[in-house]
């Protein structure tokens, strides 16, 4: 059984646990720059993560408050956990989280490689072409809530 902590706090355990999961998936596997990743938009967000049976912190996410609603930004998922379901799980997360705010819209800028999942997940894309973020080709994706 998995478990889904919230925060706002960067000084807490589970912002911390995000940072982590972040920098193991970003910074190491995808040689994205540790300034780039963790960015002045850290105080501004919510953070999610999912945590297994064992306390262990598999997956995460950050909402960044927007005009149209939230930017979900930062889904990442330990390599060990892929798989399993979990980049599901984190992201019916921030989709109720939206729903029980208020939120109308969700977008996000996906990694193309990652379209197929936000379009299974009733996301659609915006008419923003593909573009290039800390080296790794995007396409802006949005859904309606």
């Known amino acids: ?26 910074v190491a596997e995808q040689h994205v720059p540790v300034d780039l990743e963790v960015d002045d938009d850290e105080g501004r967000c919510l953070y999610i993560v999912v945590y297994g049976d064992d306390a262990e912190p598999l997956a995460t996410l950050r909402l960044l408050p927007a005009e149209y609603g939230l930017h979900v930004q930062r889904v990442a998922v330990r390599k060990a956990a892929r798989g399993t379901g979990l980049g599901r799980v984190i992201m019916d997360a921030a989709r109720d989280y939206a729903r029980a705010n208020g939120i109308q819209q969700l977008r996000l800028d ?10 299974a997940l009733g996301y659609s894309f915006t008419d923003r072409p593909e573009f290039m973020d800390a080296g790794i080709p995007h396409r802006e994706m949005y859904l309606n809530l």
Do not use: C, K, P, W
């Open 110 to 119: 996906a990694q193309v490689h990652a379209t197929g999942f936000y379009t």
């Open 1 to 26: 059984m998995t478990t889904i902590q919230y925060t706002t706090d960067l000084n807490s355990t589970i912002h911390q646990d995000s940072v982590q999961i972040r920098e193991e998936v970003f």
